[in-house]
């Protein structure tokens, strides 16, 4: 790696051999290879950049992730097949300014043609319907790979890490897993690393581990049967591996059951559909969710715009108090109308969210807290949405009566006989599979296997917030002094003008690096960093 980095590997990090480490330097270390950290580097530098005029600046930087990414992270990482897409367009992705659309101007014949050299039918297929779009440079409306965000936001790493070399910063990469932040008497951290010898010191810690994972249920984590969502879409032959269980079956018994409706189902489905080894075994996919609906991804609707009436009465009718649970109900008013009269969601998703804005800045903060804590999830089952491939695949499935929709909850995972599992739905029913895909997503911080946030909550560094879905914050995003937190740990921060109930869209993700940066410019530039420094 080029750009002033120094990769650190086995023993051999900053602080030991190999390191002379400047002691009077500001360490900070950024938990985390994914876009929210990287976001975070990137506008610290550009702001040392703005102000240095020529000054050296004495400040360490180490980035620490488990894979050794500088950028992806797991969701957008370097191994994963560019079969896989993103949940947002490209504009929507740059709606806020992070620079995607101007690197895929520039970066134009590498990443195209690396799409053009993929022997997957999948990525083959893709590539064969926007051909057209991408060698005339619209991108706006596609829904790109996700190895293509994460190529731009490793490239993004790397001119941050030269500019950050200018400014006389020292940058590190150090591949590992954290797996326990301690306080220190010197009013600084001490981070142990999976693979390193002694802990890393730090005056300023970002953790940023991207989306966590739920432990499996009980007995399911070595079943073959039992699929997580990174293990059937983040491998290069999950697929493979999913028509080699399918086909040890009797045709007629290979169905699989996926639970959970959200964007991780539908790429879960698309995977499945998609795969030509997959589709000459495949029986059926049975999805499990309390919706019973998949996410809409294909525009349906009449050309006349939609009018969100049930959103705007409650606004402007001032009758009663205005509540969490009445701003759900004409939201979910206005898209049963809208289903009615034959709109997807991606049709009216935009005037949508914007009356629902509008409504929900009306709320007092009590409400906005309930809102967060509790009534978002309806809010995402009505406002879910995918992309356009993922659609189209789910409704191919659907065309050749192999997809059917389960409106229930799930009440556990057992094995059955034969090696399959059995799923038990609350009302008693259950259904036998080849394998299962279980997509319900995090359930809360007390249930991660996430070893770094278990610690950081057992010693009471951290807490959960009321939501349990993230971690308490001041209005600087730290949840200690000097422990900066960002990305999907933010989910369920609700005080002052921040209200996050989910954390994974990059646009926002890029608005609030800016305020964690500015904060550490701020403190990295003072003349003492201590702990009893800082406000």
């Known amino acids: 790696m080029d750009g002033g980095v120094r990769m650190a590997h086995g023993s051999t990090v900053p602080g030991e051999s190999g390191y002379e480490r400047d002691r009077l330097r500001t360490r900070l270390v950024v938990i985390g290879g994914g876009p929210s950290g990287v976001s975070v580097l990137t506008h610290l530098a550009e702001q040392l950049a703005a102000t240095q005029q020529g000054r050296t600046t004495a400040v360490e930087v180490t980035l620490v992730d488990r894979m050794g990414e500088t950028g992806g992270g797991d969701g957008f990482g370097i191994g994963i097949p560019q079969a896989l897409l993103l949940n ?14 101007a690197w895929l101007h520039e970066h134009h014949t590498r990443w195209v043609g690396r799409l053009a050299d993929d022997a ?28 293509v965000f994460g190529d731009f936001m490793r490239h993004r790493f790397e001119r941050t890490a030269r500019r950050l070399a200018a400014c006389g910063v020292v940058v590190h990469v150090v591949k590992g897993e954290a797996r326990s932040v301690l306080p220190t008497a010197g009013n600084s951290f001490r981070v142990a690393v999976s693979g390193i010898a002694e802990p890393l010191t730090a005056d300023f810690i970002v953790l940023a581990p991207g989306c966590l994972d739920t432990a499996a249920p009980p007995g399911m984590s070595a079943h073959p049967g039992y699929y997580t969502h990174g293990r059937a879409c983040g491998q290069p032959d999950s697929d493979a591996a999913m028509a080699r269980l399918l086909a040890g079956r009797p045709v007629g018994c290979r169905r699989v059951v996926v639970l959970g409706s959200a964007a991780a189902a539908s790429e879960v489905i698309a995977v499945v559909a998609a795969s ?29 715009p939609f009018t969100c009436r049930s959103l705007v009465r409650l606004r402007c009718d001032g009758a009663g108090e205005l509540t969490s649970a009445r701003l759900v109900g004409a939201l979910r008013a206005d898209v049963e109308r809208s289903r009615t009269q034959e709109y997807a969601i991606v049709d009216v998703e935009r005037a949508v969210a914007a009356e629902f804005t509008a409504s929900f800045r009306l709320l007092t903060p009590a409400q906005k807290r309930r809102f967060v804590d509790v009534d978002y999830a309806d809010y995402q089952r009505l406002m879910r949405h995918t992309s356009p491939p993922y659609a189209s695949a789910a409704a191919r499935l659907a065309a050749s009566g192999r997809l059917r929709l389960v409106c229930a909850r799930v009440a556990g995972i057992d094995p059955a006989p034969a090696g399959e599992l059995a799923v038990r739905l609350s009302d008693g029913a259950r259904l036998t599979a080849t394998a299962v895909f279980d997509c319900r997503g995090f359930v809360g911080v007390g249930q991660t296997i996430n070893p770094l946030v278990r610690d950081m909550v057992a010693s009471g560094l951290a807490r959960p917030n009321h939501s349990r879905r993230g971690l308490v914050v001041d209005e600087h995003l730290q949840a200690a002094p000097g422990l900066f937190v960002m990305g999907p740990l933010l989910a369920g921060t609700s005080q002052g003008d921040d209200h996050i109930w989910s954390l994974k869209n990059v646009a926002r993700i890029h608005v609030l690096a800016a305020r964690v940066a500015a904060r550490l410019f701020d403190l990295i530039t003072q003349d003492t960093v201590g702990i009893g420094e800082r406000q």
């Open 276 to 304: 030509p080894a997959v589709a000459q075994v495949l029986d059926e996919v049975m999805v499990v969710s309390t919706s019973g609906r998949l996410p809409d991804g294909q525009p349906t609707g009449p050309d006349a």
């Open 88 to 101: 947002d367009s490209v504009a929507t992705t740059d709606a806020t300014g992070i620079g995607f659309t």
């Open 120 to 147: 997957d039918p999948r990525v083959r297929t893709w590539f064969a319907e926007h051909r057209m779009d991408l060698d005339l440079g619209r991108f706006g409306h596609l829904f790109l790979p996700r190895r």
